[in-house]
């Protein structure tokens, strides 16, 4: 029979140790009731909600892919420890600006007028020559710079949810802030990114 020497059992009993303790050190937030069936209403939050342990003075940014033409909800949840906990929503715009590219010096001829302004000409019907000038010819380029726009602010809204149908698959952010906190306290946060169908009513979680 083989047996155990008296030096490995202790790193055994240590060992052991680390690991209970490595079970109790995190919590699965997303196993906790964060919200309400009312709050989700029918969508389907499997695909992009994220759910984390998070303290007092945290904050955390989730970018999000919305699919055109469907319905979604967005808001965050949070345990009660926690306290306020606000967050907001941005969407990209792209923003078309016109700018100069370069500016050449060009000569170009000049014709003669008359005293109203219009073009004298000579018996073979051509503009008459008045010598020469130099312009400026100005070339154009349109810029794109990207810039968010804020839709939704948790902190001055009436509903507790930012709901979209974007006409084009696009990206979002989502900012979530834990307000501080003179002692520091733990706890689970739920951003839920909610997509309705039309069964969508067995995917509540």
Known sequence: MKTVSKLSIPLMVAL????????TFGQNC???K?????????????????????????????NVVLYSKQNYRLFVACEQKLGNVNYQIYVPRKKFTRVIKSVKQKTVQ?????PMGFYLYDSNGEKIP??????QDT??????TSINDLVFDSRNSEQPYWEA?????????IKV???????????????YVGCEYSNASQFIR
């Open 139 to 144: 070339i154009w380029m349109r810029e794109t």
């Open 177 to 191: 802030a834990v307000e501080k906190t003179p002692k520091k306290v733990d706890g689970c946060i739920g951003v």
């Open 34 to 62: 964060l919200a309400s069936n009312d709050l989700k209403g029918k969508y389907d939050y499997r695909g992009q909600s994220m759910f984390k342990e998070m303290a007092s003075g945290d904050s955390a940014t989730l």
């Open 16 to 23: 052991f140790s680390l690991l209970s303790c490595g079970v």
């Open 110 to 114: 000049v014709y003669k007028k008359d």
């Open 165 to 173: 149908t974007p006409g084009k698959t696009q990206n979002i952010t």
């Open 30 to 32: 997303s196993k906790k």
């Open 130 to 135: 008045d010598g020469h000038e130099v312009v």
